[in-house]
């Protein structure tokens, strides 16, 4: 009998075991991962040079990857904080996967790491289906985006546990509708917190970097509903593509 197999989930069902695997042995380490996502250009990088240079003040282990389609241009960047930085070249592949994340971690992550940040490449479309094994997803839209972005990539913000708004200290000279932006935020992912930040100025990145720090802490996280959809979704499709088997079904071994 012949049975159609939507490839994609299966790919995305492997990602998903590994991404298991990765944030157990992370967790095992007492490493909190921040998986960033964003448009490109939204500042992404420029957030991620000041909180690893203010972790690093307070005495907080840090290190970062960041991933790119070519150049190591952010890396750079970023390893003048001091903080252990490690580039990623996807050679053209849009987004991170857990395997792929996990083989970069192995052996070059420094022991004791509190918090690891992960800085997806620039896209918000491939990279929201990817769980890379974070503590949390943090989603950021820039005030030069518009306030209608969390409207027009409904998954992005709509599985993220924190939102950032960037650049906020040109947001009067772009017309940013703030409101609007909260508003839309919250229609996609009801709950979710909403900070403003501007790297420039440092506005809002000391409260961000609490926010992170309570999280590694413990302290509860949010949980988007649209998370547990999905969720339940892979596990619906995961019952009917392996419905009837002849030989059981064995997980992929996960990468060490």
Not at 82 to 89: E, H
Not at 159 to 165: D, G, H
Not at 176 to 203: C, I, Y
Not at 235 to 248: I, Q, R, T
Request: proline share 5%.
């Amino acid at each position: 009998m012949c049975r159609v197999v939507d490839l994609r989930q299966a790919v995305l069902a492997k990602n998903d075991e590994r991404a298991v695997g990765l944030r157990g042995r992370l967790a095992e380490h007492g490493t909190v991962a921040l998986n960033l996502m964003s448009s490109p250009g939204s500042g992404k990088t420029a957030l991620l040079e000041v909180l690893l240079e203010r972790a690093l003040e307070r005495g907080v282990t840090a290190a970062a990857v960041t991933a790119d389609l070519a150049t190591e241009n952010d890396a750079r960047r970023l390893a003048a904080s001091g903080a252990p930085v490690k580039q990623v070249l996807t050679d053209g592949l849009c987004h991170l996967e857990a395997g792929m994340l996990s083989r970069h971690l192995d052996g070059w992550l420094p022991e004791g790491t509190r918090l690891l940040f992960v800085e997806n490449v620039g896209n918000l479309v491939c990279p929201a289906s990817y769980d890379l094994g974070e503590t949390s997803r943090i989603v950021l839209g820039s005030v030069t985006e518009g306030e209608d972005k969390p409207l027009k990539y409904p998954s992005a913000f709509g599985l993220a546990n924190l939102v950032v708004i960037t650049k906020t200290d040109i947001a009067e000279a772009v017309e940013f509708d703030g409101p609007a932006f909260h508003r839309h935020v919250q229609q996609v992912n009801p709950g979710v917190p909403v900070l403003e930040t501007s790297a420039r100025t440092g506005a809002g990145m000391d409260g961000l970097l609490d926010l992170l720090l309570e999280a590694a802490d413990g302290a509860p996280v949010h949980q988007p509903a649209l998370a547990h959809q999905h969720q339940q979704h892979m596990h619906n499709h995961d019952e009917a593509a392996h419905d009837g088997d002849e030989e059981p079904h064995h997980p992929a071994a996960v990468p060490t």
